[in-house]
């Protein structure tokens, strides 16, 4: 399966190198491309943005510290939710400060 994974910091890049791991295709996004470096190195690819890393995969899988960072990659400039329409299930991790909500 071909999963995409956003936001490679200390949680993120746990969880996506044990998905490599489990043999799944990597499509990979953070702010830093050199939070990519691991991943990219075993076989992973780039995606410059959220909405191209969509674009490229079955699953969206996200790892990231803010509510902002959040609605950044999910309704920001080139964001996921763009391709909502294309019914990409989409699992959102982050520690999120409470109420938020995606309807």
Known sequence: MEI????????????AASLQNAGHDLVV????????????GRGGSWAETPHELASRVELILTSLPTSQDVEAVVRGD?????????????????HVELPTTFA
């Open 29 to 40: 996004n953070d702010l830093c491309k050199e939070s990519a470096a691991d991943r990219l």
């Open 78 to 94: 080139d964001g996921v939710a763009e391709l909502a329409e294309e019914d990409i299930p989409a699992v959102l991790s982050q």
């Open 4 to 15: 995409g994974f956003i936001g490679l910091g200390a949680m993120g890049r746990g969880m």
